[in-house]
């Protein structure tokens, strides 16, 4: 079975400030990793993922995200907030020896950001 | 690009109607699912299709039925509507296991 945490229902961080959202990840084989971010009213928008190789992934707006195997840990980082981040996070992941005819991709509960000018 | 279209954006049923979610993407991807989202459960699995005429269910299925008969689309029929199934709806598309997944806006249910 996999399984997505994401330990904090809600992160406040100052305009400028450094944000870190967090998500640590359960599967039996290696995983496939995702960030993804959804607007009030709106679908979830694909930020970043982590397939394999480097350990720090770049995505869209300026986010990013390290890998950490040991730690199983999947961190959302982005150097400097803005008040437009404010948004819900949702981290996924999917078991890589799952197979082609499984497409289990199981999602955490979403952390709430908040950027405060 | 209309990428992942779903309809209707919102729908109220009453206990023991039916009715169809519909899901069209125009991305020729092969992977195709439903989530339900709830406050504070993150989104859950329905049912997914890995291509056309291949369906299999999710986490939480009971109470919904899909088919794959194009590519292109993918509807999930709720038989008799029950207030647990309150809910908002994704539909959601990939080229592959391994690509990030597209969703469509979503579709806010009420059963009364």
């Known amino acids: 079975a996999q399984s997505v945490a994401q330990p904090e229902d809600q992160v406040n961080v100052a305009e400028g400030n450094p944000l870190t959202v967090k998500c640590t990840y359960s599967?039996?084989?290696?995983?496939?990793l995702f960030w993804y971010v959804q607007y009030p009213n709106r679908g979830l928008q694909f930020l970043l993922k982590y397939i394999t190789g480097d350990n720090l992934v770049k995505g869209s707006y300026g986010f990013e995200a390290e890998f950490n195997k040991s730690q199983t840990s999947f961190h959302l980082k982005k150097p400097s907030a803005l008040v437009s981040d404010s948004a819900l996070y949702f981290c996924?992941?999917?078991?890589?020896?799952?197979?082609?005819?499984?497409?289990?991709?199981?999602f955490g509960k979403g952390t709430k950001l908040s950027v405060i000018p | 690009n209309a990428g992942v279209t779903q309809t209707p954006k919102f729908q109220v049923l009453k206990t023991g109607q039916s009715m169809t979610l519909q899901c069209a993407q125009d991305m020729n991807h092969e992977y195709m699912s439903w989530y339900r989202q709830d406050p504070g459960m993150g989104l859950r699995l329905i049912h997914y299709s890995v291509g056309a005429g291949i369906t299999d269910q999710g986490e939480v299925p009971n109470g919904y039925n899909v088919s794959r008969s194009t590519t292109e689309d993918f509807p999930l029929r709720l038989l008799s509507a029950a207030p647990s199934q309150t809910s908002v709806y994704f539909c959601?598309?990939?080229?592959?296991?391994?690509?990030?997944?597209?969703f469509g806006q979503g579709t806010r249910l009420t059963v009364v």
């Open positions: 599967v039996s084989g290696n995983p496939y």
């Open positions: 996924a992941v999917r078991d890589k020896e799952s197979g082609a005819g499984s497409y289990q991709l199981t």
């Open positions: 959601a598309s990939s080229r592959g296991v391994f690509t990030e997944a597209f």
